[in-house]
């Protein structure tokens, strides 16, 4: 027996790094076995941001589902699919725009945030004022209770609660469950310059990136700012590259602190050990994707089979919904 239906999904902008193994994927295929679980290349969401450069989304798209079995997840065991090939989406997002509040949306801290934060793209559009309508539509669709996503997205699963309960309240219905958020226990990773770790920064290291770029990158993270040289005890407790051990290679991180504290080695010895580490960790990572990347038509197989399982959920939801709306 399954514990409940899973719906995440992730935005196809860019290549895939650290950073969503740990804060996301790794979470995701460990859902597999006790939840029914869907997740989606949410690429609609990606046409709100990125309207004004639309050339790579669908490249991304295929890379992203790839990256994703690479890490783990099942083809066998999980719906992969992406969102627009299945139009039931934007149906049900134009049934919640209709009951969703204005005043819920612009309070919105995301959205405040992103507005603030984002330069070089014009997001004062309708569509993406409405970014969490659709992501509510997406979870509700499959009327799925758990919802594994990083903090930043929760302000986004409370307003999917609440626009299931008013669409419960107006029409009379109970077609829809209120969705928990369920929050990775991993904190979060920083990126190399221990910015927060961004496609605009560049600070990452992608999933795809070969053993020598990874070598390169890890040499540039910057460590403890306290330790100039070799003679400095170090503050392993303050170093981005110390927890990249601890998430990375966990089982390293005591031997790395001792070795910090009591200037046994200096940074740039722990950085080219940390980047084995990580090439370690990926080697299985890449030969899984170019497994993949050597048969295109296999990814094709996996998203097709999702869209058809994906689909059937979707239109025996909207069924009920257009018998709730009297339609
Ligand atoms: N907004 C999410 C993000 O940026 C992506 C997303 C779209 C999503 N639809 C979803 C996440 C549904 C969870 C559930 O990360
Ligand atoms: Fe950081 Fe390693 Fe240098 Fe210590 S030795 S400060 S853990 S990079």
Same mark, same amino acid.
């Given at each position: 027996?399954? !514990?409940?239906?899973i ?5 196809p902008t860019g ?9 996301a994927?790794r979470? =995701?295929?460990?859902l597999?076995d006790? $939840?029914?679980?869907?997740y989606?290349v949410?690429?609609?969401? @990606?046409?709100m941001?990125? $309207?004004?450069d ?5 490249r ?7 990256? =994703?079995?690479?890490c783990?997840l099942d083809?066998a +065991? ?7 090939q ?10 919640f725009s ?5 005043? =819920?949306l ?10 603030k934060?984002?330069k070089?793209k014009?997001l004062?559009? $309708? ?5 969490p309508t659709?992501?509510a539509?997406d979870?509700l669709?499959y009327?799925g ?6 903090e930043?997205?929760?302000?986004h699963v409370? #307003?999917?609660?609440e ?13 829809f ?5 369920? #929050? *990775? ?6 990126g190399?310059d ?14 795809a990136?070969?053993?020598e770029t990874? !070598? ?6 910057i *460590?403890?700012? !306290?330790?100039?040289?070799?003679a ?7 170093c981005?590259?110390?927890?990249? $051990?601890?998430v990375? @290679? ?6 790395v ?7 046994? =080695?200096?940074? *740039?010895d722990c950085?080219?050990t940390?980047?084995?580490?990580l090439? +370690?960790?990926l ?5 899984? +994707?170019?497994? #993949?990347?050597?048969?295109?038509? !296999?990814i ?13 959920? @979707? ?10 709306? +009297?339609?």
């Amino acid at each position: 027996m399954k !514990k409940g239906r899973i719906l995440s999904g992730m935005r196809p902008t860019g290549p895939l790094h650290l950073g969503h193994y740990v804060g996301a994927l790794r979470n =995701w295929s460990g859902l597999q076995d006790d $939840y029914e679980c869907f997740y989606m290349v949410a690429d609609w969401h @990606a046409l709100m941001s990125e $309207y004004a450069d639309t050339t790579n989304i669908a490249r991304w798209s295929r890379d992203m589902a790839a990256d =994703w079995i690479a890490c783990g997840l099942d083809p066998a +065991r999980s719906t992969i699919f992406v969102q627009s090939q299945v139009p039931e989406h934007s149906e049900l997002h134009l049934v919640f725009s209709c009951i969703t509040p204005l005043g =819920w949306l612009e309070r919105c801290p995301t959205y405040k945030e992103q507005k603030k934060e984002v330069k070089g793209k014009d997001l004062e559009t $309708y569509a993406f004022l409405g970014y969490p309508t659709l992501q509510a539509a997406d979870i509700l669709l499959y009327l799925g209770n758990v919802v594994p996503v990083g903090e930043d997205q929760l302000p986004h699963v409370e #307003l999917t609660r609440e626009i299931a309960r008013r669409f419960n309240q107006i029409f009379s219905s109970s077609v829809f469950p209120e969705p928990q958020g369920k #929050l *990775t226990t991993v904190p979060r990773l920083l990126g190399l310059d221990r910015r927060k770790m961004s496609k605009s920064y560049g600070n990452f290291i992608a999933l795809a990136d070969d053993a020598e770029t990874v !070598k390169k990158k890890t040499l540039t993270m910057i *460590t403890d700012p !306290k330790r100039i040289r070799l003679a400095d005890p170090g503050h392993p407790e303050e170093c981005n590259v110390c927890s990249y $051990y601890d998430v990375f @290679a966990p089982e390293m991180s005591a031997e790395v602190q001792d070795k910090c504290r009591n200037s046994k =080695w200096g940074c *740039t010895d722990c950085k080219r050990t940390l980047a084995e580490a990580l090439n +370690r960790f990926l080697d299985p990572i890449r030969a899984r +994707r170019a497994e #993949l990347a050597g048969d295109p038509a !296999k990814i094709d197989a996996v998203l097709e089979k999702g869209r058809e399982q994906a689909s059937a959920v @979707a239109k025996e939801t909207m069924r009920k919904v257009r018998e709730a709306i +009297r339609f």
